[in-house]
C-alpha cells in the first residue's frame, strides 16, 4: 500500500498523482531541482567559537565566473526522459507545523548537526539521484572511503569550545596507518574538546570500491560567514578571510591530487574547481549558492544541481577530476604557540609577493583578461526572500 508523505507546501514534478491527488511523484530531475530545508536552531544557543582552523590557501584564488552557466549545461544536457525512475513523493495538501515532513523539527548547536541536516537534504537524495544515470558515485563520510587511512592535519593539545582563536593549535600534513583515536578521547573532560586529527567531512566516491573523486567539509553558519567573506573577497574588502575559509578544504584537495570540492556551511556552500597553470596552485570559488535557491522559484540553480555537475565530472578518465600537486606552498599553517594575527602576517606577505610578481607575454595577456572578467563580475549581495524551502521525503512505497 502507498504510503501517504505530507508537505507544507506544494512541491512541483514531473511524476504522476496518486490516490485521489494526495501525492505526486518525483523523478530524479526533480528531486535535482529542489530547494534544501530550512533547518532549525535558536538564537543566542549555540556555539560561539569558530570551526576555521589555523591554515589559509595562499595559491592563486579566483572566482569561478561561468560555474552556474556550467551547471545548468550540464542539467540540460543529462536525457531525464530516460529516468522515470519515482525516487520521492510530495503531498498536494497542507499539514499542522508539528507533523515531521512539516519542517526539520531537529535543533541544531554545533557543526556536527549541521553537517548531520546537509547530508539528510543534500548528499543523501543526490547520491540516490546519481544511481540513475548509473554514474557509479555516491557521497558518503571519509572513513567510508580506501584512503581513510590518510590524516591530513594533526592536531597536539585540545582546545576548549569557546576557546579564543589566538590560542589555535598548529597542524601539519602527515601520512600515516590508521589509528582509532576514540579511546584517548573516552577519557577526555567533557568541557574540552580534542582534535587528534582532521578529515574530510564527506567524500564524493565510487561506490563500488571506495575511491574518492571530490572531497566537502562543513562549517558552523553562526560565525562563519561564507557569503560575505566571498564578497569581501570580490569587493577587495577583506582578502584574507575566504583564503582562511578555504585552508583547510583547500589542504585535503591538494594532498588528495583532486579537482572538486565544496564548503558549506548549511545555508550558503561555495563550489571549488582546483587547477595548474603556468606551473603554479590555482583555485576557483564559485559565487555562494543559498540552501533555498531553485529554478523553480527563479533562482539560477540549486544546490543539489551543482553537486550533480561534480557527479557528472568525475566519472571519466583521471584527467577530468585529477590534479597533481606540484609543492607544499599552496597552503599556509600556523605553527605551534603561533598567534593567528602573527600567521596572518605571514600569509599576507606571501600573497603580497605573488601579486607583485608581473605576468609577461601570454601571460600578461591572460592576466589582463582575467582581471577585466573580475571587474565586470557583478557585485553586491543578492537579497533573499523570506521564502523558505520544504523537506524532500525520500521514502518508498511499502
Known amino acids: 500500500m502507498l504510503r501517504k508523505i505530507v508537505m507544507t507546501k ?31 536552531d535558536k538564537p543566542t544557543r549555540h556555539v560561539k567559537s569558530s570551526s576555521f582552523h589555523g591554515l589559509w590557501y595562499v595559491g592563486d584564488l579566483k572566482t569561478w565566473d561561468d560555474f552556474e552557466s ?7 544536457g543529462v536525457p531525464w526522459n530516460n529516468y522515470s525512475t519515482i525516487l520521492a513523493y510530495a503531498l498536494l495538501e497542507s499539514v499542522s507545523e508539528p507533523h515531521v515532513d512539516a ?52 592536531d597536539t593539545k ?30 577526555e573532560p567533557t568541557t574540552k574538546r580534542k582534535r587528534k586529527v ?13 575511491a574518492p573523486r571530490a572531497v566537502g567539509e562543513a562549517k558552523t553558519p553562526w560565525n562563519d560567514e561564507l557569503d560575505l567573506s566571498w564578497y569581501d573577497f570580490v569587493d577587495e574588502k577583506e582578502l584574507l578571510g575566504l583564503r582562511r575559509a578555504l585552508g583547510q578544504i583547500g589542504n585535503y584537495m591538494i594532498e588528495l591530487e583532486l579537482k572538486y570540492g565544496f564548503l558549506t556551511n548549511y545555508k550558503w556552500t561555495l563550489f571549488l574547481k582546483r587547477e595548474i597553470v603556468n606551473g603554479a596552485e590555482r583555485l576557483h570559488c564559485s559565487r555562494p549558492v543559498s540552501y533555498d535557491a531553485s529554478p523553480l522559484f527563479k533562482d539560477p540553480i540549486s544546490v543539489r544541481q551543482a553537486l550533480l555537475l561534480f557527479q557528472s565530472r ?26 593567528v594575527k602573527d600567521a596572518r602576517y605571514r600569509v599576507e606577505d606571501t600573497v603580497r609577493q605573488s601579486s607583485e610578481q608581473v605576468p609577461t607575454g601570454d601571460k600578461a595577456v591572460a592576466h589582463l583578461i582575467s582581471m577585466t572578467q573580475n571587474l565586470n563580475l557583478e557585485k553586491g549581495r543578492p537579497r533573499r526572500s523570506p521564502r523558505f524551502a520544504n523537506p524532500l521525503t525520500t521514502e518508498s512505497p511499502s
Open 314 to 339: 568525475v566519472v571519466g578518465d583521471k584527467s577530468d577530476w585529477k590534479s597533481a600537486k606540484i609543492s607544499d606552498n599552496g597552503i599556509i599553517k600556523k605553527r605551534v604557540n603561533e598567534k
Open 103 to 154: 519542517e526539520d523539527h531537529f535543533i541544531c548547536g554545533e557543526e556536527l548537526s549541521i553537517s548531520g541536516r546537509w547530508v539528510q537534504h543534500a548528499l543523501q537524495p543526490m547520491s540516490a539521484v546519481g544511481k540513475e544515470p548509473k554514474y557509479g558515485m555516491v557521497f558518503g563520510d571519509w572513513k567510508a572511503t580506501s584512503d581513510h587511512q590518510v590524516d591530513f592535519v594533526k
Open 198 to 210: 582532521l578529515i574530510p567531512d564527506y567524500a564524493l566516491l565510487v561506490e563500488e570500491n571506495g
Open 10 to 40: 506544494l512541491y512541483r514534478g514531473s511524476g504522476d498523482n496518486f490516490a485521489g491527488q494526495h501525492v505526486q511523484a518525483l523523478t530524479a530531475k526533480d528531486v535535482a531541482l529542489q530547494p534544501l530545508t530550512r533547518r532549525c
Open 70 to 76: 556550467e551547471v545548468q549545461g550540464n542539467f540540460v
Open 158 to 187: 585540545p582546545i576548549s569550545e569557546e576557546a579564543n582563536s589566538d590560542d589555535e593549535t598548529a597542524f601539519s600534513t602527515v601520512k600515516k596507518d590508521a589509528v582509532s583515536v576514540d579511546s584517548a578521547a573516552e577519557n
